[in-house]
């Protein structure tokens, strides 16, 4: 996400989050400065509120079904939002065999090969911590493995969607150097 969906959800008066699962990969790095006081946690059998407590045995639908019928409509997160966001910069064209490539400059390459006929696989860490900063074209795939951090799965994936696609898609894969000595 941009800086400033960040900043709209990290000054928001409560956060209501159902069924997530936090983790490096969820959060991009634990990135956001999340405030547990403000926090309300829907999960599939409990309701965890800031710092007053728990409540179990409660089902995830019936919260929810409670919870639509209370909230009203409030769009000053997305006014904030329109007035904060700032598009994306261009990095530095890399043009001289002195300068650097940077990350940054590689994934604005990269967005700029992007189209329906491409095929993304990102492997776990930082290859997908930067894909999910891609903007997809439409038809445009994107796999990646974030549940278990399994470091290597990118490289027997990419050969399996390759052989897939049988040549309907360029393959873009985002792997790093750690995931081909564990593959």
Partial sequence: SSPSV???VEAADAYIFVGRRINDYTTTGYSLLLHDHKMIEIREREVVIGNIGAFHCVNMNDVLE??????????????NFQRMFVPMAAPLQVNHPDMKLTTNAMFYHI????????????????????????????GCSYECQM??????WSVGASLGMACALKGQK???????????QVT
């Fill in 6 to 8: 960040c900043e709209t």
């Fill in 66 to 79: 409670a919870v639509a019928k209370k909230v009203k409509k409030n769009n000053a997160s997305f006014v």
């Fill in 111 to 138: 967005q700029r090969m992007l189209s329906s006929d491409t095929a993304i696989v990102a492997e776990t860490g930082d290859s997908w911590f930067n894909g999910q900063k891609l903007k997809l074209p439409e």
């Fill in 147 to 152: 549940q278990f951090g399994s470091i290597g």
């Fill in 170 to 180: 360029r393959m873009i894969s985002l792997i790093g150097d750690g995931s081909f």
